[in-house]
């Protein structure tokens, strides 16, 4: 029998076409080792930062030189989950179609927009100028997540920059920031890897924008 009748149903209800395949030629497309067996085609998802601009976003990821496409997608699918308006990916990044970022955004991809290819110096003053509060997140920053939150830096609009994973953040893109801020590490882990930083870094913004002053209250 048709494996997923509710999907394809849903998928042909929506206007897609839908075409049943080999077992080898799904493996070939889906470029998984286990592949479920649907494998879907869209256009390309990304759009210009003039659209995020037009959002008046108070909640916004960069991703500056992230090369990981399975942290490239979490990200995504974290900043999604977080409420965030937008995603911004830099020059030099991972193409955000690559299959292993796709699935690792878990369909996030196709909820938010995503901006593309943006030199850093031309997106981190565009988002200021918008009223965000540039927030770079690194392990050696000077403010505390903690102390952020407990300032009210959290509680205004912010857009998170998160770097390469090996290298960080480049000293250029550091100059262009209100603040470099760390995320306390209390255990004996010398650090998070981008995903799950970037993760912390967007919920601590989420819930401190809708406490008692904050800009989504």
Request: negative net charge; contains cysteine; hydrophobic residues 45%.
């Amino acid at each position: 029998g048709t494996r997923y009748p509710e999907i394809l149903s849903a998928a042909a209800a929506g206007g897609a076409r839908v075409v049943r395949a080999s077992d080898e030629v799904v493996a070939l497309l889906a470029e998984s080792v286990t592949p479920q067996g649907l494998v879907g085609v869209s256009r390309l998802v990304t759009g210009g930062l003039d659209d995020v601009i037009a959002l008046r976003p108070r909640l916004v990821s960069v991703l500056a030189q992230a090369r990981d496409p399975g942290n490239v997608g979490t990200v995504i699918r974290a900043s999604d989950a977080a409420g965030a308006e937008a995603v911004v990916v830099s020059k030099g990044s991972v193409d955000v179609h690559n299959g292993k970022c796709v699935r690792a955004s878990a369909g996030s991809l196709f909820h938010l927009p995503i901006t593309a290819d943006v030199p850093m110096t031309e997106a981190l003053p565009a988002l200021r100028a918008q009223g965000l509060t540039l927030l770079a997140a690194d392990g050696a920053g000077d403010v505390d997540l903690d102390a952020a939150t407990d300032t009210g830096l959290l509680s205004r609009p912010v857009a998170w920059v998160f770097g390469n994973e090996a290298r960080g953040l480049p000293e250029d893109v550091i100059g262009l920031v209100d603040e470099v801020v760390r995320v306390p590490l209390y255990g004996q882990a010398e650090s998070l890897n981008l995903a799950a930083a970037a993760a912390v870094c967007l919920y601590a913004t989420a819930h401190a924008q809708r406490q008692p002053g904050g800009c989504r209250r």
